[in-house]
């Protein structure tokens, strides 16, 4: 399923439980979540995005399945090492209105995330980190409402590279800590650890 797919199925089922987190957001907390040496489950990651809700039937069944598919898809994605992972946002057809609101809820969620995991410790993380974490701040109060141009548009796509490679450089210092330790000679390595 390609990552548009993927973000018109979110969509879809949290509007049929009238979630008031977008998907964006959603993906974003997961993100934050998985910056942490645990990894989240994804009972309380979905528990966390339809916190206050009491979903039912066909609608319940839909946002469940379409919740467990993105954690899925954005693990396998964090610890892919072929760096395939992409901020779940709306598709370049769309406005870029709604995709630049968009942008600042993920990073929102993504602070949330973060926050929650417990990961930002400013004082135990190296100066980029605090940096990138800053830096999404400052993007969480993106003006959706700017005047259309090239010049929006090429700022938007870098935007979205930056929030790739952030995740990726603020995920490597806060759930991999482990992957810089010596493996002893007489223990396997698991590949999945290595960077």
């Not at 892919?80 to 630049?100: G, T, V």
């Not at 190296?126 to 969480?140: M, Q, S, W």
Request: glycine share 6%.
């Amino acid at each position: 399923m390609s990552q548009s797919e993927r973000y018109t199925e979110v969509v879809a089922a949290l509007a049929g439980v009238d979630a008031e987190i977008s998907a964006a957001e959603a993906q974003g907390m997961l993100c934050g979540l998985f910056c942490s040496p645990e990894t989240p489950e994804a009972a309380q990651w979905i528990a966390q995005v339809l916190d206050g809700l009491s979903p039912k039937g066909e609608p319940a069944r839909d946002v469940l399945e379409a919740l467990t598919a993105l954690y899925q898809d954005t693990r396998d994605r964090l610890e892919n090492d072929s760096l395939e992972f992409e901020p779940l946002l709306p598709d370049d057809d769309e406005p870029i209105s709604l995709r630049a609101a968009a942008l600042g809820q993920w990073c929102e969620g993504f602070l949330f995330g973060i926050g929650v995991a417990g990961s930002h410790d400013p004082a135990k993380l190296p100066r980029e980190a605090n940096e990138v974490i800053n830096d999404l701040t400052e993007i969480a109060r993106i003006d959706h409402d700017s005047a259309v141009d090239e010049d929006t548009e090429i700022a938007y796509t870098e935007l979205v590279e930056y929030l790739r490679a952030a995740t990726l450089l603020v995920r490597e210092h806060t759930a991999l800590p482990s992957s810089a330790q010596p493996v002893d000679a007489g223990d396997r390595a698991d590949p999945d650890l290595l960077h």
